[in-house]
RNA sequence: GCUGCUGUAGCUCAGCUGGUAGAGCACGUCCUUGGUAAGGACGAGGUCAUGGGUUCGAAUCCCAUCAGCAGCUCCA
């Protein structure tokens, strides 16, 4: 016998065996609402037999569990639903191309997908046969029948169907269980925990989205197999409002508003990821500058201007050049040859270099009269990259600059620190240029030049918490400043196994330690990520999402003991002894660039009165009226604000049409009636005529909103991302 | 970088299986002087992303390049 208890609070004692979908039946309820069983946090089949085995399983067997059943309506059940389309989807594809090889094929927030190893190459075009092919499977409303085997039977078996993904999925994952589970439709079988739909018949709207590629386990190093994206509802109504959302997201999208609304643009000619703000969008960003510049120097920083470029020495020296080298545009050599003896050094250094290709580059630089003391003579390939590399090293070659950090140092080191000038903090708005792939560019989310809000801390290790803190105060205080309240915190730490962190192991855990510690105290929910930290120090980051869902880093907050070792960073202590400081790196916004992108799908460009670009419009009702619009216009330029006025021959509501669809935040109306009062009509952008009021109590009015900063609208995200991470995989 | 898709006027898009381009908006000129989300007429605008190829003939088919979109990988 098991002990269960009930949704109703019952505990009641049960025979072994007895199914979630049988203890329904002895209730009253309708069963084809129903879609799975929750027990104790673990969703399982409606027909999953309850038994001791189980619950072990499920880790409740030292407690009464609590079993619910599942609905239509919970969120869970979606996902349910969801991973079993992504069945239906994958044995839709193993009957139209035989031989397909299955990888997984979990649910997502909005669908599912499944990864497929297949040829020839599904094209987008193939959509509807294997969405027909889907349709006729659910018709038949087959059930999915659950198997368990022993796993090493599993392996064979998976091994005899020819699933190569998932008989190494096996081995390298699942070979410490003794049993695995398989779902059976058919003549379809799948490696896969469940749970699932109790028959595909409940599958009734669904839809492929999208094809791309996708590497096995997420390694770029291994095979690139064909993910297939799509969702799947209970209801056809949801999928239409689903697929309604999307198109209403795609609407906020900044790339899209951004054009619509003047605030950037992006030109070939320039170069892919270079961003021209136009001069809406200039002038968002001059505010965004104005606005944390005050900031800063209430804050006690110190501006700094930097050039764009550096010698490399400096950025060998802080490690960046060799930790970023692909990811940045090439170094600059005034030697003619410094391009080319450098790609000669990286293809040596790759084991790249063809014998060909040598001859060719030993016979330009002989051309060129370069004498590479020894290269001939040189046996190994390391001897002959220490000959190309120390002629490199000689030579006067510049970067364009991916970090500031670098030049701030150095303005660290122009003179001798005394523990007394601690902190400095040097501020700069910095451009820099990272040679970003081509696959990551977006619009301004990701870009090859972007400003950084970047500062520099230069702390002593009794400053380093109270300076942290601040900092995370400052980003706090600037994501309120705009209402991005939907945010996550991510504690991003070094991963041991990897290789790509520099400096000692202590450094690290005190780094850490001290990061974690401060947001526990501070209170903010947060995440720590192995293998988030930046290559010098761990760091807090607050990351939002975009229109689509897809995340992005705005402030960073970054703690760092290792650059300052690196460029033997000193002060002198109380003590009169040399002290190495330690370094606080950090950007609210993280650039104006991705912060102005995101904020335009915040406020889907309707920004608030202190940000719009263009903060109110005069509307003269006819061109009897040009004089008294113009002089509103310079009545409100004299206040500061941000106006124009509208003096084609339109109608008047023409005129406040294009207002709106400009989302501009005030449009003052004149004609007679307010030439005669000194008055204008106040139209609002949110909630339409206001009617007749004094000009001197409108600039009253808008110079508060300005000063508070009142933020009156953000737009709510028509898509609904589930929070929970119920996800299952097959 | 990888997989798939896309690229026609400033913008949004139409142009069937190859026969050398079209709409709306925006823009310009003129008319209209209008009171809270589109007044009217006329006009100008495209070497159909770029470069090759196939063909009597290419916006349309093929290849390459550039750019963009979705995703993966990356992100100091």
Redesign the pocket.
């Known amino acids: 016998m098991i002990r269960l208890t009930l949704p109703d609070g019952r505990t009641g004692e049960y025979s072994e065996g007895i199914t979630p979908a049988e203890l329904l039946m002895q209730s009253s309820a309708r069963r084809e609402q129903y879609v799975a069983a929750m027990l104790d946090n673990q969703i399982i089949d409606l027909s999953r037999p309850l038994n001791r085995a189980l619950l072990e399983e499920l880790g409740s067997a030292d407690r009464v569990p609590h079993l619910r059943w599942l609905t239509v309506q919970d969120r869970e059940a979606l996902d349910v639903l969801r991973h079993s389309a992504a069945h239906m989807m994958a044995r839709a594809i193993l009957r139209l191309y035989p031989g397909a090889k299955l990888a997984f094929g979990p649910a997502t927030e909005t669908g599912f997908?499944y990864d497929i190893d297949v040829r020839p190459?599904?094209?987008?075009?193939d959509f509807p046969r294997i969405e027909a092919e889907m349709q006729s499977l659910i018709e038949r409303a087959e059930p999915f029948e659950r198997i368990e085997l022993p796993t090493a039977e599993a392996r064979a078996l998976c091994a005899d169907l020819g699933q190569t993904y998932k008989v190494e999925h096996i081995d390298d994952q699942l070979a410490r269980y003794p049993r695995v589970s398989f779902y059976r439709q058919g003549e379809f079988l799948d490696l896969c925990r469940g749970p699932h739909v109790p028959h595909a018949g409940y599958i009734r709207a669904f839809k492929l989205?999208?094809?791309?590629?996708?590497?096995w386990k997420?390694?770029?190093s291994r095979p690139?197999l064909?993910?297939l994206?799509g969702t799947a509802f209970f209801r056809k109504e949801d999928l239409e409002a689903f697929l309604q959302q999307l198109e209403e997201a795609k609407k906020r999208?900044h790339?899209?508003l951004g054009?619509?609304l003047g605030i950037f643009t992006?030109s070939?000619m320039v170069?892919?990821?270079l961003v021209l703000w136009l001069p809406k969008g200039a002038t968002i960003r001059y505010t965004l500058e104005s606005f944390i510049r005050e900031e800063l120097l209430k804050r006690g920083y110190q501006p700094v201007y930097t050039p764009h470029i550096g010698r490399l020495e400096l950025y060998r020296t802080s490690g960046?050049f060799p930790?970023?080298r692909d990811?940045?545009y090439p170094p600059l050599f005034l030697h003619p040859l410094g391009q080319t003896i450098d790609t000669w050094a990286e293809a040596l250094s790759q084991g790249k270099l063809s014998q060909d290709q040598e001859k060719a580059f030993l016979e330009l630089a002989r051309s060129w009269g370069l004498d590479l003391h020894g290269y001939n003579q040189a046996g190994s390939s390391s001897e002959k990259l220490q000959v190309l590399q120390s002629w490199l090293e000689e030579q006067e070659a510049y970067l364009v600059k991916?970090?500031n950090?670098p030049h701030h140092i150095q303005i660290y080191k122009s003179e001798l620190r005394s523990y007394r000038d601690l902190p400095i903090r040097l501020a700069e708005f910095g451009t820099?240029y990272?040679?970003?792939?081509?696959?990551?560019?977006?619009?301004m989310t990701?870009v090859r030049g972007f400003t950084q809000d970047d500062a520099h801390l230069f702390v002593t290790p009794e400053q380093v918490e109270a300076e942290m803190v601040s900092n995370l105060e400052l980003v706090l205080y600037v994501l309120k400043s705009v209402g991005l309240t939907d945010y996550r915190v991510r504690v991003?730490l070094r991963d041991p196994v990897s290789t790509?962190y520099v400096g000692k192991e202590e450094n690290w855990n005190r780094a850490q330690a001290i990061l974690l510690d401060i947001v526990k105290q501070l209170g903010m929910p947060y995440s720590a990520e192995v293998?988030?930290?930046?290559?010098?120090g761990p760091?807090i980051d607050f990351v939002v999402r975009d229109c689509?869902?897809?995340?992005w880093?705005l402030g960073?907050v970054?703690l760092d003991y290792n650059l300052p070792e690196r460029f033997e960073l000193e002060y002198v202590g109380k003590d009169n002894q040399r002290h190495r400081p330690i370094m606080i790196?950090r950007a609210p916004f993280g650039s104006f660039e991705r912060f102005c992108g995101i904020l335009i799908e915040h406020f889907a460009g309707a920004f608030p009165l202190w940000l719009a670009p263009e903060q109110a419009r005069v509307l003269?009702?006819?061109?009897?009226?040009h004089d008294y619009a113009r002089q509103v216009e310079a009545r409100l330029r004299g206040h500061g604000f941000r106006v124009t006025s509208d003096l084609?021959?339109?109608?008047?509501?023409?005129k406040?049409?294009?207002a709106?669809?400009e989302k501009i935040p005030y449009?003052l109306?004149?004609?007679?009636?307010?030439?005669q009062t000194e008055g204008v009509?106040?139209?609002d952008?949110i909630d339409?005529?206001l009617?007749?009021h004094p000009l001197s109590a409108v600039i009253e009015r808008l110079a508060r909103e300005v000063q508070e900063k009142t933020i009156r609208q953000v737009a709510k995200s028509a898509l609904v991302f589930s929070d929970r991470g119920t996800r299952f995989e097959s």
């Open positions: 997908y190459a599904i094209r987008e075009e989205l999208s094809i791309a590629g996708a590497y997420n390694d770029a690139q064909q993910r994206y999208d790339r899209i054009r619509q992006l070939p170069g892919s990821g960046h930790y970023y990811a940045q991916p970090m950090c820099v990272r040679y970003e792939q081509t696959g990551e560019l977006a619009g990701r991003g790509k293998g988030e930290a930046a290559f010098y760091k689509l869902g897809r995340e880093q960073t970054q790196h003269p009702v006819s061109d009897k009226f084609r021959p339109q109608k008047i509501g023409a406040i049409r294009d709106q669809l449009m109306i004149v004609g007679e009636r307010e030439q009509a106040l139209r952008r339409g005529d009617g007749l």
